[in-house]
């Protein structure tokens, strides 16, 4: 069933008072270390522009929801929990999209993927995005509680990693649930809708990808830094553009190719600037890469705690 909701998202928030909501986390696993939040809503209504609630970089333009994102595609195998944020009442679902993170096929009306919106009452709604294929356990009309899962994190829709994705709504309107009234303002440590806020922190990995040499800030800039195909005898080098990194952050690279692992560094930053690109790779073999799809990730992890986290993805052909 088509959540004809994605089509009503309105592209502005509106100050409302929330005292008579208050939401739980909607994915079963514990951020800093099963999960992370990679993108907050964006505040900034300037097209080609962003910035989260705390004027911070984690937004991406025209974002228009939460999403906590886990650190492995083994996860969908698995099985990790959606959650209902709160008692409420299944207004729409859909199932059978496939979990396909080159999202073919996929529109702006099938964008959430596969779905639950749920009315929480007074006025409030959520809706529950990309969970994974055959296995909502909700229907219209069927009453939940705070912590129900609803399904599994999956890769439906308009989504390339393993994530849920939650866009919150009262009166219709769109709310960012960080900062529910004051969305003009910037910080951390005000009126949010969280029963149990999550820690925030301006850190981020903008970007990450793959190239076949370590590539310049310029190349980045330009987009001309990432590789989605490659060639056997081509070096394979990981790398990510990270933002607000703080000395004594860790940073680590790894490849996965068709036989295994490629390779696996871990650094210290030291006096990291507010804007830093890093990359790690290795030359091919004398045979070469073996021709297939290879799997790469960017963790940054401060004290312990992730902070951010990016997948990349290349071919060898």
């Known amino acids: 069933m088509i959540l004809r909701a994605i089509a009503l998202i309105l592209s502005s928030a509106v100050p409302c008072m929330a005292e008579d909501f208050r939401m739980g986390l909607p994915v079963d696993c514990t951020i800093g270390k099963t999960c992370f939040i990679e993108d907050y809503v964006d505040q900034d209504p300037t097209q080609g522009r962003q910035r989260d609630f705390a004027c ?9 929801g939460t999403d906590i994102a886990l650190l492995s595609f083994d996860t969908i195998k698995s099985g990790v929990d959606v959650l209902s944020v709160a008692p409420g009442t299944v207004l729409r679902t859909r199932d059978g999209m496939p979990d396909d993170r080159l999202m073919r096929g996929v529109t702006p009306d099938t964008a959430c993927g596969n779905a639950a919106l749920i009315d929480h ?3 409030w709604q959520v809706l529950y995005c990309h969970m994974k294929k055959g296995s909502l356990t909700v229907l219209s009309g069927d009453t939940v509680q705070r912590g129900d899962p609803l399904g599994l994190v999956g890769l439906s829709g308009q989504t390339n990693h393993p994530h849920a994705h939650i866009t919150v709504y009262h009166d219709g309107a769109l709310v960012d649930p960080f900062q529910p009234s004051a969305q003009d303002q910037c910080g951390t440590g005000g009126e949010t809708l969280w029963l149990d806020p999550p820690a925030y922190t301006a850190t981020g990995i903008i970007t990450a990808g793959f190239s076949e ?12 830094a990432r590789i989605d195909t490659s060639t056997a005898n081509q070096p394979l080098v990981a790398w990510a553009h990270l933002g607000y990194a703080e000395h004594g952050d860790v940073l680590t690279f790894t490849a996965h190719g068709p036989e295994g692992t490629i390779f696996h560094n871990t650094s210290v930053l030291k ?4 804007s830093l690109l890093r990359a790690f790779g290795k030359k091919a073999p004398p045979d070469g890469w073996p021709k297939g ?12 705690q992730v902070i951010a986290h990016r997948f990349a993805h290349v071919t060898i052909r």
């Open 271 to 274: 006096s990291p600037q507010v």
């Open 56 to 64: 911070g970089i984690n937004a991406r333009d025209g974002h228009k």
């Open 293 to 304: 799809e290879y799997l790469g990730e960017a963790l940054l992890t401060r004290a312990g």
């Open 121 to 123: 009452g007074n006025g």
């Open 213 to 224: 040499h370590v590539p310049s800030m310029a190349e980045r800039r330009a987009g001309k």
